[in-house]
């Protein structure tokens, strides 16, 4: 392969200028994550240490192999909302046993550990992930179930949760529940559907309605321990399969579950056990994404600095500039790159799109798709040309490929780019953003230029006279709005990403999702449909 060189100069004023407004994003993200990991507040954190019990972050650490990473998933869940960041559940993908799992732990400092609108949506997430990549689920389970006054966002479709621990078992991918306090209501369903369950003695509740209910319903009068201790459920019910001393005895029995699975990955192992790291240093990739988003930088010096060795080998390195593709390898796996050079995307970008998509597919190569586009280009000419259907081709090509795909928006993800390069609604198995990207339809200026112009031709088709005072008014409360609404973080808080990452972090986890990845057989598609050429 080629080793590429750098033109990266740390003297540069830009250097600095770059580095510095990442740093500033950075500390953006790690106060959200503070917020996130501090759970309900120091109150319920105490009151629950002094019960004898461990935080979810606790569980897992105890959970995982000594040493293990773990990559944790949508961290600053509903940031920017009315819930807790963080969403009152934690989580993410860890080793357990030698074996990589999808791990999800309730909060259960945070309202009990109850289930809110963007509970469920990481929930569900973590559900997608562990289905798409063949990953063993385990859930740490200790929650009061619904959040009530957000009932009608979530109960419809919150059984979906229920579904798709199902799905998983009859796709022969094990599920785990580990019951640490209450599971009732809908909750009781989790350790009710999954395929092993591990319930703790004197803490698990786990029933359709708890006591009061009961009598109101029934007449009857019972307590916790009858209704739905773990003693009764090992001893009576038969829904335990494992009884726990306490929360330690219960993660080892975790553990021993796990270490039992038999579990092996239906895809290639890496082709090096022992890869090349970069050639360049990482630190670098702090000041590589530029200040201003309308200054393009040049992605191959990212590739420098996450690839095995710096080795990359260019394919169509003349034609369609705007968009670099080409192969290379990460922690030892294959991989394919698309990545945006100059922001616009044009016919050319389009079909050499296109056909390395489809020689990815061929060669069953994983694809990375690395964001920083302000979508395709516009205009008479670019229309004549054929821009709506080479888009198109584009898109079709995404749509259809069955390689693996994992995404990054390194800076900007505008319209229908976000689109052709992979964004949320294209399925990625992961999609991960830097701090100082962007998305939306299109940039706050262009977008608030776009609704003034439409306003003044509705104006004068009327005959009106049209008010600049108002025209600067709205074009400034536009642009605001569409700014605050682009950034990083609150899209994150809004699970349209897996997570925001530190740029130095980004070839750690980018092998991280590869492994997981590699859990499942990688195949590519045998058709994509009609191509309009």
Known sequence: MTVMETAVDPRNPS????????????????DALDDARSGGGDKYVNRHHARGKLLPRERIELLVDQDAPFLELSPTAAWGTDFPVGASVVSGIGVIEGV????????????????????????????????????????????GGADLPTQAEIFIPGGGIFRDLTRLSAAGIPTISVVFGNATAGGAYVPGMSDYTIMVRHQAKVFLAGPPLVRMATGEITDDESLGGAAMHAGTSGLADYLAEDERDGLRLARQVVRRLNWRKRGPAPRSR?????????????????ADQRTPFDPREVLLRVLDGSEFDEFKPGYGAALVTGWGELHGYPVGVLANARGVLFSEESQKAAQFIQLANASDTPLLFLQNTTGYMVGAEYEQRGIIKHGALMINAVSNSRVPHITINLGASYGAGNYGMCGRAYEPRFLFTWPNAKSAVMGPTQLAGVLSIVARQAAEAKGQHYDEDSDQAMRMMVEQQI???????????????DGIIDPRDTRTVLGLCLSAIHNAPIKGAEGFGVFRM
């Open 483 to 497: 700014e605050s609404q682009s950034t990083a973080l609150f899209l994150s808080g809004r699970l349209y990403d």
């Open 274 to 290: 022992n890869p090349q790291p970069p050639k360049h240093d990482v630190e670098d990739l702090l000041a590589i994404a530029s």
């Open 15 to 30: 250097y600095l200028e770059n580095r510095s407004a990442m740093l500033e994003r950075l500390h953006e993200v790690e």
């Open 100 to 143: 990589e799992c999808v791990i999800v732990a309730n909060d259960p400092t945070v309202r009990g550990g109850a289930i809110n609108p963007y509970a469920l949506k990481k929930t569900q997430r973590a559900g997608e992930i562990a289905l798409a990549n063949r990953l063993p689920l385990v859930n740490l389970v200790e929650s």
